[in-house]
């Protein structure tokens, strides 16, 4: 039958046309199928090679009939077609039920196993049984290139908890020796359930996206093979010493996971490059990635109410990138961390920016013993509970890092120190808020540092000149006063002021010095100049007749003074002046205050404890007793003194 399909204007007209159309299949149906009508390139050949389906070769789907064959014949039958068919495999919505794993042969390439969606109840699932024995490690093996998985659910079946399941990988990509170490895989819109590993991908090329890894043990793991283990590609970009690239891990949710998210710690880590791990969450999350970062990105994931670290950078990571990343423990102690990002081993000009943390148990970001940081910088870093008073925001241990802190927000209980850096390293640190009014910056360690107030026992910024020559430090020496210690190659400091002088912030609020912190001599060209204005006086008038009777009883005497004879012996020298004492008595004696007038002064301050680094031992303050002094201010009793002749 001839179907007519030339003007074909109006609606009456389209419909005859569907008319014909049933009547020509009607009539085709009752003909039968011929060869010629389904022989290679014919219409209906290519339109039955469109789709593979696993229910076209005995597959069911209830869940209960094992479906283990059937879909390893259709994987078969997909795989044998040629270059320009479509190798696709389909599962409609059912659950399968395998027993064994599913082989996909190496001789092949591009093709696809997809379903209708991975979850809910129009889901297409995979249920696999393990068979109780060795024989099965990987579910879907794939040692292609091009290999693509959508919209699919695969789950091992177990009753127990994840952390007890069979060592079964749910997909693995892994080319044989004879072939190069292409992969380009694609895995997107997949839910895996149970698995003690979900995806394993040896080779270049990795998507996974907008995936559910639900109870997994390792999710993603990323290898490469040895030398000599594939055919290196002719191209100089593509050799095993130039690194290889194009891994994406984005948008996937990692729920109640066993270990780690993202894994690339294998014996050739260091040549996976190009990471892009982004837009991940894990929920009861543990580990978002551990392993080397080189030319990568880590950005915008969170993991909340983990009991573990939650990225782990290991040696050889470099030109990197971790940023805005959202990472908290719980108020249950059994899920918080001890750290949420750690440093171990050498690593080379990185950034970490963005980051937000809260409650873990040591310290929030953490380089470990051994570890060197080399141009590392750390940008919009906030904070709120560490472990304890001692601990850090960021600590790290050693004395050869480079690193630079730009923007510390911390808001949890008091801490000793918020940043703590060993002696030796070469730190700058600038811009630190605290939203604990009782909270103050402290920093200690070797620094080069500005917009920070210091607490800690060794140098944190050292003065070179071009050549070479130490010129100075600045440093904090641990007195107990929260104060800023300069320190010159010679013992001296020099202040040359753009404005020629060298003022405090406020006006007459504050000491130079303190009763118990005393400077021992103060050289002037001339002496100190006191306020002597009329306008900022009142109640002017002659000396109280009591006041001259009190100072008339002062006496002058001369003395040595017992910390002058302690360090110098005989050679101490001898002063004359006035005893403090005496002035108080003096005054009372005449019924008058002491401290009312200008001239006597008292000073106390508390006991201060030994502290010493919790890790290395090392003094940074010393023990120093409770104590009080008296002070004389001799040009107010100088003019009483003339007062009352």
């Known amino acids: 039958m001839t179907i007519d399909t030339t003007n074909l204007d109006s609606g009456e007209d389209k419909v005859k046309l569907a008319r014909a159309a049933i009547l020509a299949m009607a009539e ?39 479906d283990t064959e059937a879909i390893q014949t259709a994987i078969t039958a997909a795989a044998s077609m040629s270059q320009g068919e479509r190798r696709a495999v389909w599962f409609p919505k059912g659950l399968y039920k395998v027993t064994g794993g599913l082989s996909i042969p190496d001789t092949t390439s591009h093709l696809t196993l997809y379903g209708e969606s991975s979850e809910g109840i129009g889901a297409s699932a995979i249920y696999f049984y393990h068979p109780g024995d060795a ?25 127990s908890d994840y952390t007890a399941l069979d ?30 590993k979900g995806i394993e991908n040896w080779g270049r090329g990795l998507k996974a996206s907008y995936n559910v890894f639900d109870q997994c043990g390792e999710c993603i793991e990323l290898e490469w093979p040895d030398v000599g283990d594939y055919a290196a590609s002719a191209p100089a970009i593509s050799q095993d010493t130039t690194g290889f690239r194009a891994f994406r891990i984005q948008n996937n949710r990692f729920h ?50 983990t009991p573990t670290k939650v990225i782990v950078l290991q040696d050889g990571s470099k030109n990197y990138v971790v940023s805005g990343l959202v990472m908290a423990g719980n108020t249950d102690a059994s899920r918080i961390p001890d750290y949420f990002i750690e440093f171990t081993g050498t690593h080379t000009n990185g950034q970490i920016s963005n980051v937000t943390m809260d409650n873990c148990s ?3 970001i953490r380089a470990s013993t051994g570890s060197v940081l080399n141009g590392v910088t750390f940008n919009g870093i906030s904070c709120g509970t560490v472990g304890s008073s001692s601990n850090n925001v960021i600590r790290l241990v050693g004395n050869s890092h480079k690193v630079a802190i730009n923007g510390l927000t911390y808001y949890g209980p008091l801490l000793t120190e918020a940043v703590r850096v060993d002696s030796g390293s070469v ?16 920093v200690s360690g070797a620094y080069t540092t500005k917009d920070v107030v210091i607490n800690g026992s060794n140098v944190f910024q050292k003065f070179v000149s071009q050549s070479g020559t130490e010129l100075g430090s600045l440093t904090y020496e641990n007195a107990g006063t929260n104060g800023i210690t300069l320190v010159s190659s010679d013992g001296s400091i020099n202040f040359k002021p753009s404005n020629n002088s060298v003022r405090p912030f406020d006006d007459n ?19 100190t100049i006191n306020t002597s204005d009329a306008e900022d006086k009142e109640e002017i008038r002659e000396v109280d007749e009591a006041v001259t009777r009190a100072v008339r009883k002062i006496s002058f005497k001369q003395f040595k003074f017992k910390d002058a004879v302690a360090r110098k012996g005989a050679a101490a020298r001898t002063h004359a002046g006035v005893i403090a004492q005496e002035v108080k008595a003096a005054f009372e004696s005449e019924g008058l205050d002491p401290f009312a007038w200008g001239v006597l002064c008292y000073d106390e301050w508390p006991e201060e404890p030994e502290v010493r680094d919790p890790e290395t031992g090392e003094v940074v303050q010393e023990y120093r007793p409770a104590g009080s002094r008296y002070g004389v201010r001799y040009d107010q009793l100088l003019c009483l003194k003339l007062a009352s002749m």
Not at 272 to 284: F, P
Not at 427 to 442: D, E, I, K, M, R
């Open 28 to 66: 085709w149906m009752n003909e039968g199928v011929s060869d010629e009508k389904v022989a290679p390139s014919s219409k209906l050949y290519n339109r039955i090679h469109d789709v593979v389906s696993v229910r076209d070769f005995g597959a069911v789907g209830d869940g209960e009939t094992d």
């Open 362 to 364: 040591i310290d929030a």
């Open 167 to 196: 060592p079964v990988t749910a997909v693995r990509t892994k080319r044989p020796t004879t072939a190069t170490a292409d992969t380009d895989t694609i895995i997107e819109r997949c839910c895996f359930k149970q698995f003690s």
């Open 427 to 442: 730190v700058s640190v600038s811009g630190y808020a605290s939203l604990n009014s009782a909270t103050p910056l402290s």
């Open 256 to 305: 109640s996971i066993g270990t780690i998210a993202v894994k690339n710690s294998g014996a050739n880590a260091s040549k996976i490059h190009a990471i892009d791990i982004s837009g991940n969450m894990l929920d009861i999350g543990r580990r978002l990635f551990e392993g080397v970062l080189v030319d990568g990105q880590i950005v915008n994931n969170q993991s909340i109410m």
């Open 509 to 527: 609020l504050t000491s130079l010095g303190m009763g118990s912190r005393r400077y021992s001599v103060v050289y002037a060209g001339t002496g």
């Open 135 to 159: 024989s099965v490690t990987v579910l879907i093996d794939a040692p292609i290139q091009n290999f693509t998985m959508l919209d699919l659910a695969v789950r091992q079946m177990s009753e």
